[in-house]
């Protein structure tokens, strides 16, 4: 089964459940890049990046989480076309808007549990092992290299549409993925 038919169908039996939060959160960050002792002294990179969150709480305890990460260049170099997508997913690569301007969604997953299970279905990033500056055990999602290795870990992550199921059992805390 295609997982956007698995998210749907959670979705669906959530239609019952009675929503007791909403919350709405965005960040909003403008970078500019420039080099010294270049001939015209003009930047080398602007770029504005708008991310929107929404997280809805259901009296059952689960909960939606979303997030969309929409990035504009406005300056000549580094454009949102000149981006190599091949290693994206027809389902996960970002929507190209304009020459400057793309949209991606970031994260779209539903979080619960049933008994000592918990479940996170949808798109999302998986992270094991933290590490200041170091990526050693963080393999399961692919990387983004677009700013080489500049970006913080959670910009640089591709997120992908998983069925994370974790339990523990006595002192070991298991954990299946299935990436389709």
């Known amino acids: 089964m295609k997982m956007h038919k698995i998210v749907f169908y959670c979705l669906l039996g959530l239609w019952q459940a009675n929503v007791i939060a909403v919350e709405f959160d965005n960040s909003i960050t403008a970078t500019s890049q420039w080099m010294i002792n270049t001939h015209n002294g003009d930047s080398q990179s602007l770029n504005l990046t708008l991310v929107p969150e929404v997280n809805v709480d259901f009296e059952n305890g689960w909960q939606l989480k979303s997030t969309m990460r929409i990035r504009a ?5 580094l454009q949102i076309n000149d981006i190599d997508r091949e290693g994206y997913s027809d389902v996960s690569k970002p929507a ?4 400057g301007v793309e ?3 970031r994260e779209f997953y539903l979080q619960g549990a049933i008994g000592d299970t918990f479940l996170t279905l949808g798109k999302q ?18 990387q983004s290299f677009r700013e080489f290795i500049l970006d913080d870990f959670d910009s640089s992550r591709i997120p992908l549409w998983t069925v994370n199921i974790e339990r523990t059992v006595a002192d070991w805390d298991l954990q299946f993925l299935w990436i389709p």
Do not use: F, T
């Open 96 to 99: 190209q808007l304009s020459d």
């Open 73 to 77: 260049e406005a300056k000549e170099g």
């Open 125 to 142: 990033q998986i992270v094991w092992g933290k590490a200041d500056g170091l990526k050693v055990l963080d393999i399961v999602n692919p």
């Open 103 to 105: 949209l991606e969604l």
